[in-house]
């Protein structure tokens, strides 16, 4: 039992011998040592080190006119790419050609008196437009700028309503007569008006086209009755704007960017516009 605590003390002397050699080199690892500087090497001193402060500079007085002095023959010259100044040069040919040209369609003109047409002119259909007070603005618009349109009106679906009917009869029982003799004769979507400035008359049918219209009054004149035939108002006016402007007018970005560009803009051939 003896051996055994002599051996216990052996292994306590030799850690407490191992953690004293760590600690020691640990130490001689972390203290900090002077750092040798070569003597040619220029010392940093604050302002605070030295004997006498260094003299104040003196700002230099550059003269108002001085700009003007400047060498323009010490400038390197810029030199352009051959290809920009061959593209440079045929686009100030082609504009120097366009203005001649206009120059010239202008003498012409006047000369003769007569206008001159647009070569290019674009067609665009401005709508739905559903309140009156901003077709009103819209036409306030157009005409400020002198741009050439044409305003009209359809129903909320965007196209015209025409109403077919038969004029009032003369009474209650002798409209009735007339809507069961129609019905006999193949005659259907019939209806007997009972009220309003068409009492006694009979709706014979509403119709967005003007072939739709031809048909049924074909329809009800073979029956011996002849109808009438009006535009309908009943429904919600909206109006359009058909646009008429030189390609190359100055206005054309005004109309993509400026009031018209709220509503909706559709590009149509200006000939549908003209058989309007």
Do not use: H
């Not at 007085?61 to 060498?71: I, K, T």
């Not at 709508?127 to 005409?143: C, F, V, Y």
């Amino acid at each position: 039992m003896k051996w055994f605590f002599v051996l216990l003390l052996l292994v306590n002397v030799a850690y407490l011998g191992w953690e004293i050699d760590r600690s020691s080199k640990q130490y001689r690892a972390n203290k900090q040592t002077a750092i040798n500087i070569p003597a040619n090497v220029n010392r940093l001193q604050l302002v605070a080190e030295l004997d006498t402060l260094p003299e104040a500079r003196q700002v230099p007085v550059v003269p108002d006119e001085g700009y003007q002095r400047v060498n323009m023959t010490s400038m390197l010259p810029i030199e352009m790419n051959p290809n920009t100044e061959n593209m440079i040069q045929a686009l100030l040919n082609e504009s120097s050609m366009i203005q001649l040209e206009s120059q010239f369609l202008q003498e012409d003109s006047a000369d003769t008196g007569i206008d001159t047409e647009p070569a290019n002119t674009i067609c665009y259909t401005y709508g739905p437009i559903p309140e009156k007070k901003e077709s009103t603005l819209m036409s306030e618009w157009l005409n400020e700028r002198g741009i050439e349109y044409e305003q009209r009106q359809t129903t909320e679906d965007g196209l015209p309503k025409f109403w077919v009917y038969l004029a009032p009869q003369a009474s209650t029982a002798r409209a009735e007569q007339a809507v069961e003799e129609l019905k006999q004769q193949g005659i259907r979507d019939l209806q007997l008006i009972r009220s309003g400035d068409l009492l006694n008359a009979v709706s014979l049918g509403l119709f967005s086209s003007q072939a739709a219209v031809n048909r049924r009054l074909n329809e009800i004149k073979a029956t011996g009755y002849q109808p009438v035939v009006v535009p309908y108002a009943g429904g919600k006016q909206v109006y359009w704007f058909d646009v008429m402007l030189v390609q190359n007018s100055s206005y054309v970005n005004e109309l993509f960017t400026g009031f018209p560009a709220r509503f909706k803009a559709l590009p149509v051939n200006c000939d549908e516009i003209a058989k309007r």
